[in-house]
């Protein structure tokens, strides 16, 4: 199997975890870990709510001894937040989101909105390698036009030790499918590790893309299914495809349970949503999670749970 190697951390194998909003807290990245990826990414934090302690924010990039490689995924609007927020952080491995498309992060010209400005990323970029051991970034092929090639040189040339290509343009959905000939393209063009992302739900799927690649990315196809590391590791090593096994997912969301209890990660709606996720491809699956929406606390999950294993 392909190694990833960034800056100088050694992964065990190149699949990791991507950072995504109200999903990666430090019990999903636990539970994914066990499952097989190698690397971890917090939620993307603004860099304003770091400088203002925010209560919220803080735990968000809350982490354990276990939850180890961490990147920090930060986003922002200019370099002095950057630098005022990594000083706060104290963090040694940091990643730069430029490719988040939400409206509220973009009119804060933040995120996806980067992409506009490839110079700026690069002072971004600078900046954080005053404070920080290794810097990755997160991009797309552009905001409404792309600019990839130029993205990934400029990147490069302001030191970032690794950059992760989502490859969609900021202003597309999951409707258009991620464009990986785009990665391969960055891939011979610059010289640091690139890791691919989008569409990328199999282990077919990961093996296409090490083949033009060095690492994948695992987004929505991680969501109420951590054991897709396990199955892709399975596949990157046999060729052959593992089936999904509704068990061994619910034992899964059951470890999320109890670390989101000793990691006092207690927020119940967020419980829920990821629980739902976790509930698929059984009789009356809809039902149960229509069911699991309705409890109002962990205990209530937790009984239920037992009632569909």
Not at 79 to 107: H, Q, W, Y
Request: glycine residues 6%.
């Amino acid at each position: 199997m392909k190694k990833l190697k960034i800056s100088d951390i050694s992964l065990t194998n190149p699949v990791v975890l991507a950072p995504m909003l109200e999903i990666t807290n430090l019990p999903f990245r636990l539970i994914c870990r066990k499952a097989g990826a190698s690397l971890g990414f917090t939620e993307m934090v603004y860099a304003s709510a770091i400088i203002h302690r925010n209560k919220r924010t803080l735990n968000m990039i809350k982490s354990s001894k276990e939850d180890s490689p961490l990147g920090i995924q930060i986003t922002a609007n200019n370099t002095i937040e950057i630098k005022k927020a990594l000083d706060c952080m104290k963090s040694k491995f940091v990643d730069l989101n430029c490719g988040c498309p939400s409206d509220r992060i973009i009119g804060n010209k933040a995120g996806a909105y980067l992409l506009n400005s490839p110079e700026k990323i690069a002072e971004m970029i600078k900046t954080m390698k005053k404070f920080a051991t290794v810097i990755t970034v997160k991009v797309r092929l552009g905001f409404k036009k792309n600019n990839a090639i130029k993205l990934a040189k400029t990147i490069e040339k302001a030191g970032a030790d690794a950059i992760t290509v989502h490859a969609r343009l900021a202003s597309q959905g999951y409707d258009f499918p991620a464009d990986w000939n785009w990665l391969k393209k960055i891939k011979e063009s610059i010289g640091i590790p690139v890791i691919g992302n989008g569409d990328i739900l199999t282990g077919e799927d990961a093996a296409k893309i090490l083949d033009i690649t060095d690492g994948a990315m695992i987004a929505r196809a991680a969501i109420g299914d951590p054991l897709v590391f396990e199955r892709i590791i399975h596949y990157l090593k046999t060729g052959k495809e593992k089936e999904f096994n509704f068990k061994k997912n619910i034992l899964a969301f059951k470890d999320y349970l109890k670390l989101s209890e000793k990691h006092k990660f207690t927020n119940l709606a967020q419980i829920k949503y990821l629980g739902s996720k976790f509930i698929r491809n059984i009789p009356k699956a809809s039902t149960y999670r229509d069911k699991l929406m309705h409890l109002s606390s962990i205990d209530e999950i937790n009984n239920f749970i037992r009632t569909i294993n």
